[in-house]
């Protein structure tokens, strides 16, 4: 929106819940000054005069959160995920939900790319080795190559086509599953089982919720199968953890690399102890240019609202 606009529109107050790196913090905190959750518990008055909330997509916005604020018009997430909001709730009470898709779709899928590369190469075991002194006692050993393997996306959707266009260059065999067959040229697969027994390398994409959640189980991981390895930058809760955990010590599959977790942040997990798991700590999306793209789209998708009664990118429209 422009300034000019956006200056004119009357937004009552926003509560914050979580943090924000600091540029979109700045962001945020010039148009809005947001409010914390103190703030609403020491002031009554300010609690029922909350109009938004603005928050990200790992952090909880609960019912008995949103039963708090009688005055709630719009919750806006900086983020695609919108599974930690209960959207069912927030319809039925007229609120409107709106995320940030397509602008982290590029960073999401830079960071699959580097996670597969990182992961077959053991990047980060180069590192130590090289660090620690080894070279000059011997070759470091063998990785292994992403050209000719055979790269499985489950969820073919933005992001699941962002990953696949920038792994085309590197000769690879790529196919999907989804809930249903969409117009492109890869090969579909109607069962997450059938892909993970077709793929070398199996990417998790989806969108999180009830409908996926541990889509990826011990019999994905089975047919994955010994050499196969898997990436997960979709949510945390598209992979049984403790499946996973099982499959990597029974050596069912190869290797992991995960940005995302059941539980955030991953704290004494059991994945934390196989060398051969890389773990990155949620930052799909955590560049500085995505982060300051997708704080001014929720920005905008909150003074949007107050101006014309829509958000820009609504999950949840009114």
């Keep these: 929106m422009s300034d000019h606009i956006d200056k004119k529109v009357n937004v009552p107050p926003v509560l914050r819940i979580g943090e924000f790196p600091a540029n979109a913090h700045a962001l945020l905190q010039a148009r809005f000054a947001p409010v914390s959750l103190a703030d609403i518990d020491e002031d009554d008055a300010l609690r029922e005069r909350v109009g938004a909330i603005v928050t990200r997509s790992n952090y909880d916005i609960d019912i008995a959160l949103i039963e708090r604020l009688p005055s709630l018009k719009i919750i806006a997430t900086s983020g695609v995920g ?3 909001i209960p959207i069912e709730f927030a319809r039925e009470r007229g609120i409107v939900v709106a995320n940030t898709p397509d602008l982290l779709n590029a ?3 830079e960071l699959s ?6 992961l077959l190469r053991q990047l980060p075991q180069a590192d130590r080795f090289v660090r620690s002194g080894a070279w000059s006692q011997g070759a470091f050993a063998l990785g292994s190559s992403l050209a000719g ?3 499985g996306i489950i969820g073919m959707g933005r992001i699941g086509k962002e990953i696949a266009r920038r792994l085309a260059p590197f000769d690879v065999d ?7 067959k969409q117009a492109l040229s890869y090969e579909w697969f109607a069962h997450p089982n059938e892909l993970a027994r077709w793929s070398d390398i199996l990417i998790a994409a989806c969108p999180g919720g009830s409908e996926t959640r541990h889509l990826v189980d ?4 089975d047919a994955l199968g010994a050499k196969g390895v898997l990436v997960n930058i979709a949510r945390g809760s598209v992979v049984d953890e403790k499946a996973l955990v099982q499959a990597l010590e029974r050596k069912a599959i ?3 690399a995960l940005d995302v977790f059941e539980c955030e942040p ?4 059991p994945l934390c102890a196989f060398d051969n798991v890389l773990l990155s700590p949620h930052i799909g999306s955590a560049t500085h240019e995505t982060r300051l793209a997708m704080a001014q789209l929720t920005i905008d998708n909150i003074v949007s609202f107050f101006a014309s009664g829509k958000a820009i990118t609504p999950v949840v429209s009114a």
């Excluded at 790529?174 to 249903?180: D, K």
């Excluded at 011990?218 to 991981?221: I, Q």
């Excluded at 991953?266 to 997990?269: F, Q």
């Design 149 to 151: 393997k055979r790269v």
């Design 113 to 118: 790319i580097g996670l597969m590369l990182a």
């Design 218 to 221: 011990a019999a994905v991981l």
């Design 266 to 269: 991953l704290g004494a997990s």
């Design 82 to 84: 919108f599974d930690r």
């Design 107 to 109: 960073a999401v899928a």
């Design 174 to 180: 790529i196919a999907y599953y989804g809930r249903s």
């Design 254 to 256: 190869a290797g992991a």
